[in-house]
T-cell receptor, first 110, second 112 residues
Framework: EDQVTQSPEALRLQEGESSSLNCSYT??????LFWYRQDPGKGPEFLFT???AGEEKEKERLKATLTKKESFLHITAPKPEDSATYLC???????????FGKGTRLHILP | DAGVTQSPTHLIKTRGQHVTLRCSPI?????VSWYQQVLGQGPQFIFQ???????GRGNFPDRFSARQFPNYSSELNVNALLLGDSALYLC???????????FGPGTRLTVL
């Protein structure tokens, strides 16, 4: 069964304390691995797409990496405004079906 | 350019009623997908349409239906509403299949 699992479920960090969020996936016919940020009551905001193992993408304090079974979202020196739920999703098949994980709720303390 | 728009933003219905949610994709995007997100969970895939044809369907009952119009906007219909249908309904568009999707703000549906 296709599955995307994120860990930890929640993470509290001090401002400036770097860390990583994990996304493990078992998806047949993977076409892309996506990361989104979601603020409460809003739609997910697109961050990155990764297509092949070894690929890395960066945006400000965020860097996403991909292996054959996992993806990591590294957060360097986070700020309180980085507090949000971070969603990992796997795209499969020839259609646009995307399988989401449950997300990691990140809280950055000032 | 405007992003994905959805209407209405909030909706309150009672059990047994039906509801229609609307979505306009980003200009130039021909693919629209619908998701249901309950509190504390990731979005669950409901439907995907590309060029007005259904390309994918998630594990939702037949009470859920959708369609895409010639201008690529889309409607999600839910009949015989149940309390468990209360959720944030998200629409997403993409330029082509298999590419990243961009989400709208969602419609918050409450079923009483």
């Amino acid at each position: 069964e296709d599955q995307v699992t994120q860990s930890p479920e929640a993470l509290r960090l001090q401002e400036g304390e770097s860390s990583s969020l994990n996304c493990s996936y078992t998806v047949s016919g993977l076409r892309g691995l996506f990361w989104y940020r979601q603020d409460p009551g809003k739609g997910p905001e697109f961050l990155f797409t990764l297509y092949s193992a070894g690929e890395e993408k960066e945006k400000e304090r965020l860097k996403a990496t991909l292996t054959k079974k996992e993806s990591f979202l590294h957060i360097t020196a986070p700020k309180p405004e980085d507090s949000a739920t971070y969603l990992c999703a796997a795209g499969k098949g020839r259609d646009d079906k995307i399988i989401f994980g449950k997300g990691t709720r990140l809280h950055i303390l000032p | 350019d405007a992003g994905v728009t959805q209407s209405p933003t909030h909706l309150i219905k009672t059990r047994g009623q039906h509801v229609t949610l609307r979505c306009s994709p980003i200009s130039g995007h021909k693919s629209v997908s619908w998701y249901q997100q309950v509190l504390g969970q990731g979005p669950q895939f409901i439907f995907q349409y590309y060029e007005k044809e259904e390309r994918g369907r998630g594990n939702f009952p037949d009470r859920f239906s959708a369609r895409q119009f010639p201008n690529y906007s889309s409607e999600l219909n839910v009949n015989a509403l149940l309390l468990g249908d209360s959720a944030l309904y998200l629409c997403a568009s993409s330029s082509r299949t298999g590419y990243e999707q961009f989400f709208g703000p969602g419609t918050r549906l409450t079923v009483l």
